[in-house]
């Protein structure tokens, strides 16, 4: 086992202070709690490496994992990005702007929209996954592949419930 971190030191210290407490809760959460933030860093840094937000990125990955030919409805997209109707129609109209995708009419629908991704959205897309992908590997390095297979069960088995 490694050594000592500043999760042990508060908690410790905090059943010193109230050993009536169970403060094992915190051993977990604590440490996921801790390691989002280095994750949102390495994510932040992947993403400005691309030149993207990472709500940019959401959106962007969200057409690029649908295949070709990258489209999907403004609805699709709320349901993969999970924000308002009007947060995505803001969102579109600034990834227009930025020429990182099209709105088209559904040929299937002449009144719907697709939100289509451009050759420069995948291009932008496609480099900042494998940002992404670096940066996280980094991330994990500590950890063989095995562990990295349990800990995603365990983190799985944890999220199912608010999924």
Do not use: C
């Not at 109230?18 to 994510?43: E, I, M, N, W, Y």
């Amino acid at each position: 086992m490694p050594g000592s971190d500043e999760v042990d030191r508060i908690v410790d210290a905090w059943s010193r202070e109230r050993p009536d407490l169970d403060f094992a809760p915190l051993q977990v959460l604590s440490r996921v709690g801790r390691l989002s933030k280095h994750l949102d860093r390495a994510r932040r840094a992947a993403f400005t490496a691309s030149d993207l937000d990472s709500w940019e990125f959401d959106v962007l990955s969200a057409l690029r994992r649908a295949g070709d030919p990258y489209q999907l409805s403004p609805k699709a997209l709320l349901q993969q990005t999970l924000v308002s109707s009007g947060t995505m129609t803001n969102r579109i109209d600034r990834l227009v702007q930025r020429r990182l995708v099209e709105r088209r009419t559904d040929p299937h629908d002449g009144r719907g929209i697709l939100v289509v991704l451009t050759a420069a959205g995948r291009a932008r897309v496609d480099t900042a996954i494998s940002e992404l992908l670096s940066a996280e590997a980094e991330v994990l390095v500590n950890l063989s592949a095995a562990e990295q297979e349990r800990l995603a069960g365990l983190l799985r088995k944890l999220s199912l419930d608010f999924d």
